[in-house]
T-cell receptor
């Protein structure tokens, strides 16, 4: 159990276009979902935290108008990279935290990641 | 702020060799400590964790002990297998329930026959 999926697994787009990445918790309801960015040979950097039905909380230095997050339901969060540029090329990873009852508190379950390449 | 430092890789070992991946941390209060593993093409998976000083987390032959006096959480395994080849991330979570995970840079382990 506790599987998180991401779609697409990879995407290549032209500079100036917008790209949407989906994160789904397949077999549990997620109170909180997290979006991370990972550069080659570097750590995962938290971009934002989203709770279902409320606005996302962005980390310092992350442009909220650039990286739009929508957490529309307890099983789906989306990250939209607007007007993407080559410097946005990266590996984007989401994670989800289950509702407290039934699963270990606060453990994050990670998706497989989405590799974005902006030409 | 919180930070995690882990040894740079890649680490290349022969099968059945001993493994140690060093991890040290900086945090206020009493964080929980984690090791995650990322196999090729997959998401991060929790390998083991420890929530207080002197706790030992263990799973799949891997162990790590929460050492508050040295602020360390080194990952060890006595005999690695080819299937252990992956990237290993050390992480900490602050003492508040809403605290985020802070990750190290990851260490790639390559085990050869």
């Amino acid at each position: 159990g506790a599987v998180v999926s991401q779609h697409p697994s990879w995407v290549i787009c032209k500079s100036g276009t917008s790209v949407k990445i989906e994160c789904r918790s397949l077999d549990f309801q997620a109170t909180t979902m997290f979006w991370y960015r990972q550069f080659p040979k570097q750590s995962l950097m938290l971009m934002a935290t989203s709770n279902e039905g409320s606005k996302a909380t962005y980390e310092q230095g992350v442009e909220k108008d650039k990286f739009l997050i929508n957490h529309a339901s307890l099983t789906l969060s989306t990250l939209t990279v607007t007007s993407a540029h080559p410097e946005d090329s990266s590996f984007y990873i989401c994670s989800a935290t289950p509702l407290r009852e039934g699963l270990r508190d606060n453990e994050q379950f990670f998706g497989p990641g989405t590799r974005l390449t902006v030409l | 702020g919180d930070s995690v430092t882990q040894m740079e890789g890649p680490v290349t070992l022969s099968e059945e060799a001993c493994l140690t991946i060093n991890c040290t941390y900086t945090a206020t209060g009493y964080p929980s400590l984690f090791w995650y593993v990322q196999y090729p093409g997959e998401g991060l998976q929790l390998l083991l964790k420890a929530t207080k000083a002197d706790d030992k987390g263990s799973n799949k032959g891997f162990e790590a002990t929460y050492r508050k006096e040295t602020t360390s959480f080194h990952l060890e395994k006595g005999s690695v297998q080819v299937s252990d080849s992956a990237v290993y991330f050390c992480a900490l979570k602050g003492s508040g329930t809403a605290s985020k995970l802070t990750f190290g840079t990851g260490t790639r382990l390559q085990v050869t026959l």
